[in-house]
């Protein structure tokens, strides 16, 4: 039997966390306080709650809202997210390539992201596949996701909405509406990227240099590409900035952010600058690939310095790269360099991100 006062059914691709808080709304009251009469003793908004719910605390949903369980199970992200990175993942923790939240009570570091287009059109609520860290454009207007007031900059976390608001469509904070944030257009390079990620998602299979790779294998080569630029845009002077120019990218290096942040708590503007690489990347042959870490006189130990784990889909480069021994360093001699300007800022905005606020994109 249904308890609440009026039924909220999911609409397409809602997340879960986002009919939580319609639900909470369409009843009259805060999320915080549905979320206490439903769980008691339970803190659900210092959670993630997209990532799952246990299936004591699902019964008691169900028998407030008169959803079968079933129903609440396809919009939790632990199934993707284990088949992405192939294996048990832990209830604590980054999930890979699952948008992190960076919880702290209800405050959190990272806000849920959103279309403003999608927004203005019908009712406000947030897509399941917006919580995917690929995803930066919206697939129905190809504009870049937003996850900030426009107005007070605040993060969105409808979570923290009162009784008293309408819809998810309003800023926890000053109130603004989020429907009127100016749209920037998405890049279709990030895009194709996206699109690519979606299809091995669903397809279980990627293809990289014209070889079929499980979904496990594929993301963990979009993982390293991605690494691998980050780590050349933090040193100019390193080979795989080298590299990375003989092949094309990089063209404006100093437009594109390093700061030193996970990859899954990253801005959405500042994850399609680099999708963008990773999509030129992808697109190369190991043949090209090889060519330009050799012109850049590359070892396969710089490679081991970006990940300690390289892709099976890469073990190819590796092989055919040449092994340096370290030299040792000499005892009781200590250099002192000055940081370069590319490391305090990544150490700026790692400050600035504990401190809930955004560096500069």
């Known amino acids: 039997m249904n308890a609440w006062v009026r039924s909220v059914p999911f609409l397409p691709e809602e997340s879960f966390y986002s009919w939580l808080v319609r639900a909470a709304l369409a009843q009259g009251c805060d999320p915080l306080a549905m979320a206490g009469s439903i769980w008691p003793r339970w803190r659900v908004w210092t959670l993630d709650v997209d990532r799952g719910v246990e299936a004591d605390k699902l019964r008691s949903l169900t028998q407030a809202s008169g959803i079968v369980s079933a129903t609440f199970e396809t919009r939790f992200l632990r199934g993707d997210a284990e088949k992405i990175s192939g294996h048990a993942l832990s209830d604590m923790g980054t999930w890979p390539w699952i948008?992190?939240?960076?919880?702290?009570?209800?405050?959190?570091?990272?806000?849920?992201?959103?279309?403003p287009l999608?927004?203005?059109?019908?009712?406000?609520?947030?897509?399941?596949?917006?919580?995917?860290?690929w995803h930066t454009v919206c697939a129905d207007h190809g504009v870049i996701l937003v996850d900030r007031c426009w107005s007070c900059d605040a993060l969105v976390s409808p979570h923290r909405l009162v009784a008293q608001s309408t819809d998810l469509a309003e800023c926890f904070s000053c109130r603004a509406d989020l429907r009127l944030a100016i749209p920037l257009q998405g890049n279709i390079?990030?895009?194709?990227?996206?699109?690519?990620?979606?299809?091995?998602?669903?397809?279980?299979?990627?293809?990289?240099?014209e070889q079929v790779w499980s979904v496990h294998h594929w993301f963990d080569l979009a993982r390293f590409f991605a690494g691998l630029t980050r780590y050349a845009l933090r040193n100019e002077k390193c080979g795989a900035f080298v590299a990375l120019r003989e092949l094309g990218l990089l063209a404006t290096p100093d437009r594109m952010p390093v700061y030193g942040v996970p990859l899954?708590?990253?801005?959405?503007?500042?994850r399609v600058s680099l999708f963008e690489q990773v999509s030129l990347l992808m697109s190369f042959g190991l043949v090209d690939?090889?060519?330009?870490?050799?012109?850049?006189?590359?070892?396969?130990?710089?490679?081991?310095?970006?990940?300690?784990?390289?892709?099976?889909?890469?073990?190819?480069?590796?092989?055919?790269?040449?092994?340096?021994?370290?030299?040792?360093?000499?005892?009781?001699?200590?250099?002192?360099?000055?940081?370069?300007?590319r490391t305090v800022n990544i150490m700026w905005a790692r400050l600035l991100r504990k401190m809930g606020m955004r560096p500069d994109e």
């Open 99 to 115: 948008l992190a939240l960076g919880s702290r009570n209800r405050k959190r570091l990272a806000g849920m992201q959103y279309c």
């Open 289 to 341: 690939l090889l060519r330009a870490f050799k012109s850049a006189d590359m070892s396969a130990n710089s490679l081991y310095a970006i990940s300690a784990e390289l892709p099976r889909a890469f073990q190819a480069v590796i092989n055919e790269l040449p092994r340096r021994d370290h030299q040792p360093h000499r005892k009781g001699v200590m250099l002192m360099k000055p940081r370069s300007k």
């Open 189 to 209: 390079l990030a895009y194709d990227f996206q699109c690519r990620s979606d299809a091995v998602l669903v397809s279980s299979q990627g293809t990289f240099n």
């Open 264 to 270: 899954e708590l990253m801005s959405p503007i500042q």
């Open 118 to 133: 999608c927004f203005a059109t019908g009712e406000p609520y947030l897509k399941r596949p917006w919580r995917f860290t």
